[in-house]
């Protein structure tokens, strides 16, 4: 019988199909695994683990005043940034994160911990707690399921268990790390709902950057960013400063497509023209090894820097005003016992025929650097009863109305005597005994008389003086871009719904003067002056005046004066204008003014508040004939206003330069 199976078939095909085997073998080797070029890539670059979106920053735009003085600029700050999805898949977080700090501590860097529970044992929530973390911590017990009155020791125990903190790291470590995660945690479960990168170190030293970006931690990124710099002293309560954004902002900010730790204008020039300063951020593609190295970075989106922008602040002009203010504020409190000191004061300068705001200074100042100071703006968001200051608002009612022409004359009396309830004297009678005379309007704003005004209001009625009020800018907003306040016109009205009781007929008397509930800051007075020197034109008040590109080749925007409103009995304005000339040549101002080379408008103001000391008001434009500038000078218990007008005069002196120095006027001379 025949075998089908044979030994040598067995043996032949066993080598022809090794054989087979072995070519298709060499291939795919050839083509799977020997390429030579890919194993030379493989073997310098590790394998891909992990590919992250990060932001580039763009470049925040400048701020210069307006003869192009850099105010506010830009420097390179480096960010210790941890990224928490790229963290958590490193399994060693708390490892990272105890190089971190030390490395921080290393090089006497405090990093980020607004964790509100003590540094160390015994652990309690911090005193000082904001609301802001007030409202993190509560969302953080409340994902937790922790009870809302858990003991901080508690909660800490809590912690190092829910974060794998071994015992054997001592408290005060233990307390750092935890802090650190819970900053990173605490951004999933609070008020933003998304995970978000934490900012473990803000502009750090370069050398800082520099070891951490050497040891390629996990999730752990150094962003370059422009630190904002000012290049000047003064300003700060225009210039303002950046923050991050807070959960009120986000919300804000958002739809404009902000990221959440974005940097945003928190006050003065960096909020108001924020859309102008900041830029556009870039997006680029980074991949990196399991051991944390990068591979390859792409750059999806260039960024694109901001714009800058020219304020309408001419800073020599600001600077003189901030120190003359301050030198007078300072020379008054050296002479005066604790409760009688100056407590602010401001200084307000607007271009007439612009509208553009030139000074604005407060006292306290405000440092926009270390934030040092009282941020409180008294030039835009102070409110003071404007004194005698007033009584142009008080003659063109009674002008229109035809209570006085401008020839109408009234006996000063010394007290009005029409109510016996009420019986207010002339300032020149209370100081003196004496009386003004016979006064026309003009007269009466010359030497300030009350007694004429008392008439004048009484007779004309508080409803048109608070219309000639408003006809002046009072009672709204200038349209400034920075935070300011709109006053308070006083009328019947106003005074039930606010204080709940009745007008009276000492009330007309008192707002006739300029006390009583008128309110307005010193911009608005300033701008009121404007509108006076300017024949009747009220102009919408601005800060900016003009954006250029980033790279200063192109405009975006140049402010062009606007007319909010014209007062058309340009006739009576004239006879307000006259008046006030005649308070500088005749008048209550004429000691500081009367000489000066350049003709100046003005009028005085006295605030009695309640306080032993009264306040100054002053206000002026110049030059008279042909007018440029109008200033409004506030001193909370500056005695009176003709005790403060040499700092306008100061200020005049640098707008005008070379016409010479002050004139003092005594500290508490009884002067309207």
């Given at each position: ?8 078939r067995?043996v ?8 087979v ?14 390429d ?38 830009s420097?390179?700050?480096?960010d ?18 105890r ?26 929530y ?14 953080y ?143 680029k ?9 990068v ?17 309408s602040i ?20 050296l ?65 229109r ?22 019986r207010?004297r ?16 003009v ?87 404007a ?5 009747g ?8 005046r ?39 040549t ?11 080379k ?64 002050a ?10």
């Amino acid at each position: 019988m025949n075998k089908f199976f044979r030994p040598w078939r067995l043996v032949a095909f066993a080598a022809f199909f090794a054989g087979v085997l072995s070519v298709y073998a060499v291939a795919l080797y050839k083509m799977q695994i020997y390429d030579p070029a890919r194993e030379l890539a493989e073997a310098e670059l590790p394998p891909v683990t992990t590919t992250r979106a990060e932001t580039i920053r763009a470049g925040r735009g400048d701020i210069l005043d307006r003869n192009g003085k850099t105010l506010v600029t830009s420097r390179t700050a480096y960010d210790v940034v941890l990224s928490w999805p790229e963290m958590r898949k490193a399994g060693n977080i708390n490892d990272v994160i105890r190089e971190l700090i030390s490395l921080a501590s290393s090089e006497g860097v405090a990093h980020s911990d607004t964790f509100p529970i003590s540094p160390g044992a015994p652990y309690e929530y911090r005193y000082d707690m904001t609301q802001a973390q007030k409202e993190r911590l509560g969302g953080y017990l409340e994902y937790f399921e922790l009870d809302a009155d858990i003991s901080a020791a508690d909660l800490i125990v809590w912690m190092k268990k829910h974060y794998g903190v071994p015992y054997t790291i001592g408290v005060a470590e233990a307390r750092l790390i935890i802090g650190v995660r819970y900053e990173l945690e605490t951004r999933a479960i609070t008020e933003l709902r998304v995970f978000s990168q934490y900012i473990f170190a803000e502009d750090a030293p370069r050398e800082l950057a520099s070891k951490i970006s050497e040891r390629a931690f996990p999730g752990v990124i150094v962003e370059t960013r422009g630190k904002r710099e000012l290049a000047t002293e003064s300003a700060g309560h225009l210039l303002g400063y950046l923050g991050r954004l807070d959960a009120k902002d986000y919300e804000k900010y958002e739809a404009l497509g902000y990221p959440m730790d974005a940097l945003v204008g928190k006050s003065g020039a960096e909020a108001a023209f924020e859309q102008y300063l900041r830029g556009a951020d870039g997006t680029k593609i980074v991949r990196t090894g399991a051991d944390g190295t990068v591979v390859s970075e792409e750059i999806r989106r260039e960024p694109s820097p901001g714009s800058n922008i020219y304020l309408s602040i001419d800073y020599d002009l600001q600077e003189t005003a901030e120190k003359a203010l301050a030198d007078k504020i300072e020379l008054l409190n050296l002479e005066r016992e604790e409760g009688k000191r100056v407590t602010g004061g401001a200084v307000a300068v607007t271009q007439v025929k612009t509208g553009e705001a030139l000074a604005l200074a407060s006292y306290p100042a405000f440092d926009a650097e270390t934030r040092a100071g009282d941020e409180f703006n008294r030039a835009t968001q102070g409110l003071y009863n404007p004194g005698s200051t007033f009584k142009m608002v008080t003659a063109l009612a009674g002008l229109r109305a035809g209570t006085i022409s401008r020839w109408t004359r009234i006996e000063d009396q010394g007290q009005y005597m029409e109510y016996p309830s009420y019986r207010p004297r002339c300032w020149l009678y209370a100081a003196v005994g004496a009386t003004h005379g016979l006064l026309d309007v003009v007269e009466a704003l010359t030497v300030s008389c009350n007694y004429f005004f008392y008439k004048v209001g009484n007779d004309t009625m508080i409803t048109p003086i608070a219309n000639a009020a408003r006809d002046f800018g009072f009672g709204a907003a200038t349209g400034i871009e920075i935070s300011e306040s709109p006053g308070i016109v006083a009328t019947p009205d106003y005074k039930r719904e606010v204080l709940g009781v009745g007008w009276w007929d000492a009330d007309t008397l008192l707002v006739s003067i300029g006390q009583g509930l008128n309110s307005f800051t010193p911009l608005q007075l300033a701008n009121y002056t404007a509108t006076i020197a300017g024949g009747g034109v009220l102009r919408d008040i601005t800060l900016l005046r003009s954006v250029k590109t980033y790279d200063y080749a192109g405009e975006i925007y140049e402010h062009v004066p606007s007319e909010r409103s014209v007062i058309p009995e340009g006739d009576l304005i004239e006879i307000l204008k006259e008046g006030m000339r005649g308070a500088v040549t005749a008048g209550t101002a004429g000691d500081v003014f009367g000489g000066y080379k350049t003709p100046v408008a003005a009028k005085t103001g006295t605030v009695q508040t309640g306080s032993e000391i009264n306040d100054g008001v002053f206000v002026a434009y110049a030059p008279a004939d042909d007018p440029e500038i109008a200033i409004a000078v506030v001193v909370e218990k500056g005695g009176s206003g003709a005790g403060i007008m040499e700092i306008a005069r100061v200020v005049m002196d640098k707008y005008f330069e070379g016409q010479g120095g002050a004139v003092a006027v005594g500290d508490g001379e009884l002067l309207p």
